[in-house]
């Protein structure tokens, strides 16, 4: 059973999924990787499986490798909501990332669920916006102003607005309030849901199976806190096999995109 704060996240976020038009599987257990299987089919969403805890340093590697194969395999967005982490309160509209996978707090879920960007970062303890350099150098240029104006008025030097028109830094929430006063709002971009370096955590996993049935299997990782012993690429579709024999298994794995095929 989940502890009851959690209790209390997970009741949080079904009702926001339901108010979303979610189908989702509600899994009342802390000792699997996910707590819900959802699927959203607006704003781009699609499949998502999530770990509610109100506190991310407690969950458990395994987990997060269970996630990480997830979406390799069912191409399901791997999401973490929770309160805090290592007992740092998360911010309201502001995405972490915990093991490479997309982290929120509750309300920052529910307003993603609405369709609200996500326009804000924290890395390695900074907050940052992601800045479309393309439009940020046409406006520039449009006011008139060199890269060294700019910089000037950023308190920057001519190289970082030379790479943030290059898009390969990001900006301080500092910086970006300055940049939206001289050109707009819509010199902002959001972030996405991408999970980092998914393949390099996942390798460890990876076993190798013979055919099942009729299906000629090409890819295949071990699971160990789901519904599934192994998450299966096939030549027919993607494959959850386990041993369990419950509905949920299935709804789980219908909700993936999945069949679920029960083995010994």
Do not use: C
Request: a negative charge; proline letters at 2%.
């Amino acid at each position: 059973m989940l502890r009851r704060r959690d209790e209390h996240l997970m009741d949080y976020v079904t009702e926001e999924l339901e108010k979303a038009g979610a189908k989702s599987v509600v899994i009342d257990k802390d000792d699997y990787s996910y707590t819900i299987v959802a699927s959203v089919n607006k704003d781009g969403l699609g499949k998502m499986v999530l770990k509610i805890s109100s506190d991310s340093s407690t969950i458990p590697r395994s987990h997060i490798v269970d996630l990480l194969i997830m979406h390799r395999v069912f191409k399901a967005k791997p999401i973490l909501v929770d309160e805090s982490r290592r007992n740092e309160e998360l911010q309201d509209g502001v995405l972490y990332e915990h093991s490479g996978i997309p982290q929120l707090n509750p309300s920052t879920f529910r307003d993603l669920l609405k369709g609200k960007p996500l326009l804000f970062k924290n890395e390695g303890g900074v907050v940052k916006v992601r800045i479309k350099g393309w439009l940020l150098r046409e406006l520039r240029m449009r006011y008139g102003l060199s890269l060294g104006d700019l910089a000037e008025l950023l308190s920057v030097s001519r190289k970082a607005v030379y790479e943030y028109e290059r898009g390969t830094i990001d900006v301080s929430a500092e910086k970006a309030q300055l940049l939206i006063e001289l050109f707009g709002e819509e010199i902002v971009d959001s972030w996405d849901l991408s999970v980092k370096d998914p393949d390099q955590k996942i390798m460890e996993r990876r076993v190798e199976l013979g055919d099942v049935l009729n299906l000629k299997v090409k890819e295949s990782y071990l699971l160990v806190h789901t519904h599934g012993k192994y998450a299966t690429v096939t030549d027919k579709g993607n494959v959850l096999l386990g041993s369990e024999n419950s509905r949920e298994a299935e709804e789980v794995s219908s909700i993936l995109g999945a069949r679920y095929i029960r083995i010994q």
